[in-house]
Nanobody, 115 residues
Framework: QVQLVESGGGLVQPGGSLRLSCAAS????????MRWYRQAPGKERELVAV???????NYGDSVKGRFTISRDNAKNTVSLQMNSLKPEDTAVYYC?????????WGKGTLVTVSP
């Protein structure tokens, strides 16, 4: 049974930090590209960050220099360190695992950035 379970969301003030984690199970984690997406109310889902099985990373323009994606293939986890948070980072953040045509999604964790 495939599972992706996000955690670490919450309420944070502008300029603050949060660390999201995604625990994966039910598939060979190291063979999958892992991504974090987000979706703000009334907006389309947006790619935040991606990391290959080998650790190559890429980021959406809006988070470059503030967010860092990492993975631990031994623990089957992927994380997203978010610094210098802004109100516009408020969204539900989703973990995604992809290999070819196979695509798995978590249920999301809410991040709210507000004074």
């Amino acid at each position: 049974q495939v599972q992706l379970v996000e955690s670490g969301g919450g309420l944070v003030q502008p300029g603050g930090s949060l660390r999201l984690s995604c625990a994966a199970s039910g598939f060979t984690f190291g063979n999958y590209v892992m991504r974090w997406y987000r979706q703000a109310p009334g907006k389309e889902r947006e790619l935040v960050a991606v990391i290959s099985g080998f650790g190559t990373t890429n980021y959406g323009d809006s988070v470059k220099g503030r967010f860092t994606i990492s993975r631990d293939n031994a623990k089957n986890t992927v994380s997203l360190q978010m610094n210098s948070l802004k109100p516009e980072d408020t969204a539900v953040y989703y973990c995604n695992a992809q290999r070819g045509a196979i695509d798995y999604w978590g249920k999301g964790t809410l991040v709210t950035v507000s004074p």
